[in-house]
Every structure is written in structure tokens, then in C-alpha cells.
């Protein structure tokens, strides 16, 4: 049992999470929703480390397609040790101005996920009596952030699920944790005012690799007893 699924794995940190697993031989389970084409290139990528990757297509706000797509791969493949959940989105409006769709969106995607995803997953998991369960909330989870009521309240709200769910499943030797990026460097950080970049106390942007680093440590024999935690990767940052 070596696969490790990625959720939102095409770009980003996702993509670079992906990378690194496989440089450390986990077998990797690419996921999104629309582009094929993208992680297919990543997918060939992987294959030359030595390890496997295949990929699945579905998006994460539909309950009935992520599960189906799910139970069916598992069935054919056996169940992962590890689920990493990155996919998400981020609308920013400020909130007198916020559109419903906006709210919807970030809300079924970001936090909506973590239960389509895990719904399917956990039985399985938890027969297996092993696994790491790692999602991707922000620091705007933590501290919230102008702009951000509706991503800031779908990242508060993984973290709630996740310290929830590690006490449920902790007796079957499966951890829950969270990771919390600050500022990374990714196309979702792009237009980020170089202000912004000065206010982190080590002055940059993080990298995706060094979220993925984590990750790496996480889903290892050596977190074993770490479990309902958030680990930030801020640079120091505290909005």
C-alpha cells in the first residue's frame, strides 16, 4: 500500500507535492477536474522518477461522481495510504459586494471536498487499520483576511473537520492533519502586492517544495503519533 492520492494535483502546490512524493517512491494518484491534458505531462513526468501514477477526473463539489469515481478506483487499485486534499479555489470579493456563487463555490469546493472525498475513503481506511490523511487549509484559516470571509470560513472549517475527524479514527492508526500556508508561490499568488511579501518576517514567498516537504514528513512512520494538528508554513506570517 504505497499509492498516495493528490487532490487538485495539476498545478501548484499540488503539482510540486506530486514531485516530491515521487522522488521519495510513493506511487501517485493525480486528480482535477478539468485539465487532463496538464496532468498527463506531469503523469509522464512521474513515471520517469521510477514509481506509477495514474489519473482520475472528477470534481470535487459533485458528491455522486467523486464517490463513484473513487470506490471504483480503489476497487481496482486497493486503497491509498495516503490522501492529501489541495484542490481548491479562492473568489475574493469584499463581503458587502460577494456574489452568491461566490460563497457557494469556495464553500462546496474548499470544505465541501473534505467530505466527498473522505466520505467513500474512510470505511476503507479504517479497515485497513493505516493511513495519513493530510489537507491543505491557509492561514487565512487561521487568522482570516480581508476579501476572504468566504475562503477564509471553507479554510476555518477544514481545520474544525480535521481535528474532529483525527479523534474518530486515532484507535485505527490513521492521523488527520493540516497544513496552513502562508504566502507560496504559486499562479494563485501571483498578483500579490510586493507589500504583502514584505510584511512575511522572512521577507519571501514560500515554495511549493517546502510545503510538499511536509507532506513527505507527515505521511511517514516517524509522524505516526502526530495527529489533529495545523502546521503552518508561513515564513512567520500572522495576519
Request: with cysteine; glycine share 10%; proline share 3%.
Amino acid at each position: 500500500m504505497n499509492d498516495v492520492l493528490i487532490t487538485g494535483s495539476s498545478r501548484g502546490i499540488g503539482r510540486d507535492t506530486a514531485l516530491y512524493l515521487a522522488d521519495k517512491g510513493y506511487n501517485i494518484v493525480l486528480h482535477c477536474s478539468k485539465d487532463k491534458e496538464r496532468l498527463k505531462n506531469l503523469q509522464a513526468e512521474i513515471i520517469t522518477k521510477g514509481v506509477k501514477a495514474r489519473i482520475l477526473s472528477f470534481d470535487i463539489s459533485n458528491r455522486e461522481e467523486t464517490k463513484n469515481e473513487l470506490l471504483e478506483d480503489i476497487e481496482k487499485n486497493g486503497m491509498y495510504y495516503g490522501v492529501v486534499l489541495n484542490a481548491g479555489i479562492a473568489k475574493d470579493n469584499p463581503f458587502p459586494a460577494m456574489e452568491d456563487d461566490e460563497w457557494d463555490d469556495v464553500i462546496s469546493i474548499n470544505l465541501g471536498g473534505f467530505y466527498n472525498v473522505l466520505r467513500p475513503l474512510i470505511m476503507p481506511m479504517i479497515q485497513e487499520k493505516l493511513g495519513r490523511i493530510i489537507v491543505m487549509s491557509s492561514i487565512s484559516g487561521q487568522c482570516g483576511n480581508r476579501g476572504q470571509v468566504n475562503y477564509s470560513a471553507s479554510k476555518a472549517g477544514l481545520i474544525g473537520a480535521v481535528k474532529a475527524l483525527s479523534q474518530e479514527v486515532a484507535k485505527r492508526k490513521i492521523t488527520v492533519n493540516c497544513i496552513a500556508p502562508g504566502l507560496i508561490d504559486t499562479d494563485m499568488t501571483e498578483n500579490i502586492p510586493e507589500e504583502a511579501v514584505k510584511a512575511v518576517p522572512m521577507r519571501r514567498m514560500g515554495t511549493g517544495r517546502e510545503v510538499a516537504s511536509l507532506v513527505n514528513y507527515l505521511l511517514s512512520p516517524d509522524a505516526g503519533y502526530i495527529t489533529g494538528q495545523v502546521i503552518g508554513v508561513n515564513g512567520g506570517l500572522y495576519l
